[in-house]
């Protein structure tokens, strides 16, 4: 006879949510519980871009230096989560009524539906930055000898050759629409790392404000998919885990001004993930 229970640990926490355990597990006998799938909104540092070599470095002196005290993360492993499967837990429960008797493998498909459609959401959402930000560049820059029916692609080109061309200009130019990174590849300050969650070093990137206006644009399209997302209006204190500590103890053991931490760490767009 199958039963549920509350075991399993929550991982990749993020902190609005005020419980560290996810309450659907199928438990088939007490020594073979089977979890049910995860679905979360992150932003993984981007390990590709040349920006974030620096970051590269300092996990690497980071983690050799304090080998006693615990362990660094990969930069490639590291991640912001903006909204957290226990998020996702009440969101989807409250619309779908999730019961113990439900079948896994239909709540895997459910969330791989709701994960396809956010994802197609952000990449839409990211080329209608992109194109208002070339748009802007193009006015900002000068570059006014394309013809009116230029294609993305051309004006693209034009901008890339005029930048290689006179470097002092490039700074007159935006990447991002006033420097905002939503839906988009891009930059966020990092102001300090803190203790998080027990056991857990966290960059801060509370000074960030497009991460808080994504978060709410994020719950927006919830509500309009039709879930209940008052969950995403609770505090949100944005911060990635870098460092994992042998207990809250080892916390204590650190000082944000014995290191020099690179100023800012280039994320990728916000990713809707399901882990089965």
């Known amino acids: 006879m199958q039963r549920t229970t509350h075991m399993r640990p929550g991982l990749g926490r993020d902190r609005s949510s005020g419980d560290n355990r996810s309450p659907y597990i199928r438990v088939r006998n007490p020594d073979q519980p089977v979890a049910w799938p995860r679905l979360q909104i992150v932003r993984k540092v981007n390990a590709e871009s040349s920006d974030n070599e620096p970051w590269r470095a300092f ?104 930048t290689a061309q006179d470097k002092t200009a490039k700074a007159g130019c935006s990447n991002t629409v006033g420097g905002s990174l939503l839906w988009t590849h891009g930059s966020c300050m990092v102001q300090r790392f803190e203790p998080f969650d027990g056991h857990w070093l966290s960059l801060n990137l509370i000074g960030n404000e497009d991460l808080f206006r994504e978060r709410k644009e994020i719950g927006d399209y919830f509500r309009d998919e039709g879930f209940n997302a008052s969950k995403l209006e609770h505090p949100y204190h944005p911060g990635i885990p870098f460092f994992r500590t042998f207990g809250v103890a080892g916390q204590q053991m650190f000082r944000m001004t014995d290191y020099d931490l690179p100023q800012s760490i280039t994320l990728t767009p916000p990713q809707a993930v399901v882990i089965a």
């Not at 006693?68 to 009524?97: N, P, Q």
């Not at 952000?122 to 230029?150: F, H, K, M, Y």
Request: proline share 2%; aromatic share 8%; charged share 25%.
């Open 59 to 162: 996990l690497d002196k980071f983690g050799k230096e304090n080998g006693s005290k615990g362990t660094a993360f990969l930069l490639g492993a590291m991640a912001l989560i903006i909204v957290g499967h226990e998020d996702f837990d009440a969101m989807f429960s409250a619309r779908y009524d999730r019961k113990p008797t439900i079948c896994r493998r239909n709540c895997l498909q459910k969330f791989r539906q709701i994960a396809t459609g956010f994802n197609s959401f952000v990449r839409e959402e990211g080329q209608t930055i992109r194109n208002t930000v070339l748009d802007i560049n193009v006015l900002a820059c000068g570059i006014r000898d394309l013809p009116a029916d230029a294609s993305n692609s051309q004006m693209a080109d034009q901008l890339a050759a005029w």
